[in-house]
């Protein structure tokens, strides 16, 4: 168990919809990570948030959007789902520094159909 | 810029065999730090080990041992003995810069067979 709570575990949704996921980072832990994996893109870091703020941005499509909120938990909204968006979404988190690993949850895995 | 090269990209063994993942990391930072994730069949991330750049000790966990050299840029992952639980894709990963993200390559599948 990485400490790193990610739900829900599954989720199905019709295209067009809207969904969010939710996700707890390891106590202590103030940087919170996106990663969507698919099988033809593999993993894509999507967005990091630290202690609130967002500091660094990856291939996250506008559609898709995020938040930490102030005690550190952070979701994850996907807008105008497309068939394509089905993967499975990891959180991660780390404490602060460089130096540090990241722990991640067990994932969601989105279906859109 | 930086590249890690993960050359093997599916290796099959039998069980008990032992067997080497290797990592070639390139860079031009002289501060750096890799990773080694597991992702079994199951789908989770496993964290195994982190290395920074200027450790060059091995590590020895159980079955599993590390060997980094930094004049080759390499840090390849050993395991002794593999078992059927070993069968995941394997992921070296790098990280330079405060708080950056982990980029992952597409890793290597290792399968073991009974």
Do not use: M
């Amino acid at each position: 168990d990485s400490g790193v709570t990610q739900t829900p575990k599954h989720l199905i949704t019709a295209t067009g919809q809207r969904v969010t996921l939710r996700c707890s980072p390891r106590s202590g832990d103030l940087s919170v990570y996106w990663y969507q994996q698919s099988l033809d893109q593999g993993l894509q870091f999507l967005i990091q948030y630290y202690n609130g703020e967002e500091r660094a941005k990856g291939n996250i499509l506008e559609r898709f959007s995020a938040q930490q909120f102030p005690d550190l938990h952070s979701e994850l909204n996907l807008s105008s789902l497309e068939l394509g968006d089905s993967a499975l979404y990891f959180c991660a988190s780390s404490v602060a520094g460089p130096n540090t690993e990241a722990f991640f949850g067990q994932g969601t895995r989105l279906t859109v159909v | 810029a930086q590249k890690v090269t993960q050359a093997q990209t599916e290796i099959s063994v039998v069980e008990k065999e032992d067997v080497t993942l290797d990592c070639v990391y390139e860079t031009r930072d002289t501060t750096y730090y890799l990773f080694w994730y597991k992702q079994p069949p199951s789908g989770e991330l496993v964290f195994l080990i982190r290395r920074n750049s200027f450790d060059e000790q091995n590590e020895i966990s159980g079955r599993y041992s590390w060997n980094f050299q930094k004049s080759t840029s390499s840090f390849n992952f050993t395991i002794t003995a593999s078992q059927v639980v070993d069968s995941a894709v394997y992921f070296c990963v790098p990280k330079t810069g405060a708080n950056s993200k982990l980029t992952f390559g597409k890793g290597i599948t290792l399968s073991v067979r009974p």
